[in-house]
């Protein structure tokens, strides 16, 4: 991963400070989509061009700032947070960003906030609670544009999507799973893992 990183572009120094800050004072600092994770975030929204992006949990922000890069320039990313206490640590790095009118925050359960967004939605991230992929899919699909990208973090979940006798209370592994086959059957969909990092499910909508 070193060497890739190596000869990957370099991530922004905001976004290094943002990386910095998150591991130093920040809980679950590895929830961070990090260098080079980010920077293919930001390829493939610089490829897509996209006018509208939503982002379910935004964290510390450093993906949203990555996506951001591939907006259109009257292009606008909506992104969503439960954590109340991650707000105030996100939006100082948003304002010192240039993107900074291009962003709006949600604070809140994503699966209330997506039915209010009535917007066509050309990019998607997921990157929240992993037992509810399968019901995000579900709310976004139908307002994702024509040849859209749905982008999900984590879905290899450090290997535990390959165990067959997933506990009952483990439903983040088993809603990963669950949504893993979903997309894969879903006819609407090209679907690419790829195993980057912690799995990045990518579904181009047909």
């Known amino acids: 991963m070193h060497y890739a990183e190596r000869y990957t ?3 922004p ?10 591991h130093q004072k920040i809980l679950q600092p590895r929830m961070i ?38 907006l259109v320039e009257n292009g606008l990313i909506h992104t ?13 790095y948003f ?17 209330e906030i997506i039915p209010k967004i009535d917007l066509d939605l050309d990019l998607v ?33 450090s290997g535990k999507v390959l165990e067959e006798n997933i506990p009952q209370k483990d439903a983040e592994t088993k809603g990963l799973q669950d949504f893993n086959e979903k997309v894969k059957a879903e006819k609407g969909v090209e679907t690419l893992l790829l195993p980057i990092r912690d799995g ?3 579904c181009r909508k047909i």
């Open 200 to 202: 990045l499910m990518i």
């Open 13 to 22: 120094q905001l976004l290094r400070e943002l990386d910095k800050e998150t």
């Open 95 to 111: 304002n010192r960003s240039v993107f900074k009118d291009k962003i709006i925050c949600h604070h809140g359960d994503a699966k």
């Open 33 to 70: 989509s990090g260098h080079f994770q980010g920077r293919l975030l930001s390829f493939l929204s610089q490829l897509a061009q996209p006018k509208t992006i939503l982002e379910i949990g935004t964290y510390t922000g450093y993906a949203t700032l990555c996506l951001a890069e591939g």
């Open 80 to 92: 969503i947070e439960i954590n109340e206490e991650l707000l105030d640590f996100q939006q100082k």
């Open 125 to 157: 991230f997921i990157d929240a609670d992993k037992s509810n992929y399968c019901n995000y899919f579900d709310l976004i699909f139908p307002k994702l544009s024509p040849k859209g990208l749905i982008i999900s973090d984590n879905v290899l979940w």
């Open 9 to 11: 572009q370099e991530e």
